[in-house]
Nanobody, 120 residues
Framework: QVQLVESGGGLVQAGRSLRLSCAASGSIFSINAMGWYRQAPGKQHDLIAAITSGGSTNYSDSVKGRFTISRDNAKTTVYLQMNSLKSEDTAVYYC??????????????WGQGTLVSVSS
């Protein structure tokens, strides 16, 4: 069984920063990519940042230049540094992992979600 545990959400004023963390544990053989999605009230679930096993990153236009995705040396914890936050960044943020488990099966796991609220 594989789990993703997220932390770091909260209430912050516009223009300030927050950092989200997502720690993976369990029967993971390999990780192909990890990413952050978000869902604002009444909107769809969108990918905003991802990092591959090789370290390549990509960002949605809405966060490019403000958010940075990174990971630890063990490559099992991923971070999302969010700077210059705007009210439109208010959403529930979800961590996602895609990889292979120790039985050789494809793996896709979601975190429980963490709420980020940005006040203007």
């Amino acid at each position: 069984q594989v789990q993703l545990v997220e932390s770091g959400g909260g209430l912050v004023q516009a223009g300030r920063s927050l950092r989200l963390s997502c720690a993976a544990s369990g029967s993971i053989f390999s990780i192909n990519a990890m990413g952050w999605y978000r869902q604002a009230p009444g909107k769809q679930h969108d990918l905003i940042a991802a990092i591959t096993s090789g370290g390549s990153t990509n960002y949605s236009d809405s966060v490019k230049g403000r958010f940075t995705i990174s990971r630890d040396n063990a490559k099992t914890t991923v971070y999302l540094q969010m700077n210059s936050l705007k009210s439109e960044d208010t959403a529930v943020y979800y961590c996602n992992l895609q990889g292979v488990d120790t039985t050789g099966r494809y793996l896709e796991v979601w975190g429980q979600g963490t709420l980020v609220s940005v006040s203007s």
